[in-house]
């Protein structure tokens, strides 16, 4: 292979290549600095848990709709048949619970 460059040409090439090499190193630099990989690590955690409680959000939207459909009907009007026997059905619970709450304080 034959090098048909002049001194000059070659010199200005070694100082290009210098002044690549020196911004590359200087990238590696920034991104092996421990501030950078903390803040990258930090960053991946929030992506991590932003995304995360997205997913949860959907869900639970997603299990209330479900619920809300079972007790009211497409016009915003309750189900009594669906409803009163779950409201019955809590009353029991509360009063038991009250009775046994009672039955412990008295002895």
Do not use: C, W, Y
């Amino acid at each position: 292979m034959s090098d048909d460059r002049t001194p000059a040409q070659i010199e200005a090439d070694i100082v290009r290549r210098r002044e690549q090499l020196a911004v590359t190193l200087d990238e590696i630099g920034v991104r092996v600095h421990p501030k950078t990989i903390i803040g990258d690590a930090k960053a991946k955690v929030a992506s991590t848990v932003d995304e995360t409680a997205g997913r949860a959000f959907v869900a639970v939207n997603r299990m209330v709709t479900d619920v809300r459909a079972r007790f009211v009907d497409e016009q915003g009007a309750p189900r009594l048949e669906r409803v009163v026997p779950v409201a019955l059905l809590a009353v029991g619970v509360i009063g038991l619970i009250a009775v046994s709450s009672s039955r412990k304080h008295r002895r």
